[in-house]
């Protein structure tokens, strides 16, 4: 059977990332209908902490060195930490639907710190779809908060600051560990920290939560905290972070779906507009976006070998 192409491979893995992340927002409505938001935010690093442990002994995974150490803990903070806790935190407000709204700034954030990190240089149109995607959340916001911004869009907004740079960081670090080396060494230094206010947010009669709370849990921990960052990162390192970061546009539709289906959450024609809209402003600022530097959208064999390999 001939070998797929990398470009068809990266593809692969970026949508099945996107189909893993699409999930999320749900499944956490589900979890903390009866769990402790603080307990579901960290709680699902600690399960995710617990497979990448248990995948770095068995590959005998080389140790990270120097800095990579550091831009670990910047992913860690991104990813592990900042968007569960806000994005959690958020969905005891606001509905799925609506987050997945606001959430669908995320491809945009990812390619801005994908500029920043990878010294790419956006232009104009770049910016002017930015801020438009921008006022189009801060109006459908605005409109559905009754005048005023909810809590939960802040957390949102703040979520997607943090995964945005945790995705970008990720990519390039993947470049140097591995995708699923680079996720399960961020998990491992993450959950020493985690444990405590875990135990503390921990229900204290576990048969009493009900089989729904603990299956959007199970999800988050095993899925969106590691599944799919194992092939999401490998994605964006075997295709770069614009190119394969776009696939993130579907995603607020799939959120939406199913927020509708596994939640019975009513999705208004806002909602509905509030989505095209933004994700046409990101498309517009993916594809004049910037001129990527060699680092970004290439890879050289060494790198792509290393990336590829689970």
Same mark, same amino acid.
């Given at each position: 059977?001939?070998?797929?192409?990398?470009?068809?491979?990266?593809?692969?893995?970026?949508?099945?990332?996107?189909?893993?992340?699409?999930?999320?927002?749900?499944?956490?409505?589900?979890?903390?209908?009866?769990?402790?938001?603080?307990?579901?935010?960290?709680?699902?690093?600690?399960?995710?902490a617990?497979?990448?442990?248990?995948?770095?002994?068995?590959?005998?995974?080389?140790?990270?060195?120097? @800095?990579?150490w550091?831009?670990?803990?910047?992913?860690?903070?991104?990813?592990? +930490?900042?968007?569960p806790? *806000?994005?959690?935190?958020? @969905?005891?407000?606001?509905?799925?639907?609506?987050?997945?709204?606001?959430?669908?700034?995320?491809?945009?954030?990812?390619?801005?710190?994908?500029?920043?990190?990878?010294?790419?240089r956006?232009?104009?149109?770049?910016?002017?779809?930015?801020? #438009?995607?921008?006022?189009?959340?801060?109006?459908?916001?605005?409109?559905?908060?009754?005048?005023?911004?909810?809590t939960?869009?802040?957390?949102?907004?703040?979520?997607?600051?943090?995964?945005?740079?945790?995705?970008?960081?990720?990519?390039?670090?993947?470049?140097?560990?591995g995708?699923?080396?680079?996720?399960?060494?961020?998990?491992? +230094?993450?959950?020493?920290?985690?444990?405590?206010?875990?135990?503390?947010?921990?229900?204290?009669?576990?048969?009493?939560?009900?089989?729904?709370?603990?299956?959007?849990?199970?999800?988050?921990?095993?899925?969106?905290?590691?599944?799919?960052?194992?092939?999401?990162?490998?994605? *964006?390192?075997?295709?770069?972070?614009?190119?394969?970061?776009?696939?993130?546009? *579907?995603?607020?539709?799939?959120?939406?779906?199913?927020?509708?289906?596994?939640?019975?959450?009513?999705?208004?024609?806002?909602?509905?507009?509030?989505?095209?809209?933004?994700?046409?402003?990101?498309?517009?600022?993916?594809?004049?976006?910037?001129?990527p530097?060699?680092?970004?959208?290439?890879?050289?064999?060494?790198?792509?070998?290393? #990336?590829?390999?689970?």
């Amino acid at each position: 059977m001939k070998k797929l192409s990398p470009h068809w491979q990266s593809t692969i893995f970026g949508m099945l990332g996107v189909l893993g992340f699409s999930l999320t927002l749900p499944a956490t409505r589900l979890a903390v209908a009866e769990l402790d938001p603080t307990f579901v935010a960290l709680g699902r690093a600690i399960v995710a902490a617990v497979l990448a442990g248990i995948a770095l002994a068995l590959a005998r995974a080389p140790r990270p060195f120097g @800095m990579q150490w550091l831009r670990l803990t910047g992913v860690a903070i991104g990813v592990v +930490i900042g968007f569960p806790v *806000l994005s959690t935190w958020a @969905m005891t407000t606001v509905p799925a639907a609506h987050g997945a709204v606001v959430v669908g700034l995320l491809p945009l954030a990812t390619a801005l710190f994908g500029a920043w990190l990878g010294g790419e240089r956006p232009r104009p149109l770049f910016w002017a779809s930015t801020l #438009a995607g921008g006022i189009t959340i801060a109006i459908f916001s605005l409109s559905s908060g009754s005048g005023s911004f909810h809590t939960g869009d802040l957390l949102l907004l703040g979520a997607v600051i943090a995964a945005g740079f945790g995705y970008a960081e990720g990519a390039r670090l993947s470049r140097e560990l591995g995708a699923w080396q680079t996720i399960s060494w961020a998990l491992v +230094i993450s959950a020493p920290l985690l444990i405590y206010p875990v135990v503390k947010t921990m229900p204290q009669d576990i048969a009493a939560v009900g089989w729904q709370s603990w299956c959007g849990f199970s999800y988050v921990g095993v899925v969106s905290m590691f599944l799919a960052f194992v092939v999401w990162y490998k994605g *964006l390192a075997l295709g770069g972070i614009a190119h394969i970061g776009q696939l993130q546009l *579907l995603q607020p539709f799939l959120t939406i779906a199913a927020a509708a289906m596994l939640l019975h959450e009513q999705v208004s024609w806002l909602e509905v507009l509030a989505a095209l809209i933004v994700i046409a402003c990101v498309l517009i600022g993916r594809r004049a976006g910037a001129t990527p530097i060699k680092a970004i959208n290439s890879i050289d064999q060494h790198d792509a070998a290393q #990336a590829a390999h689970l």
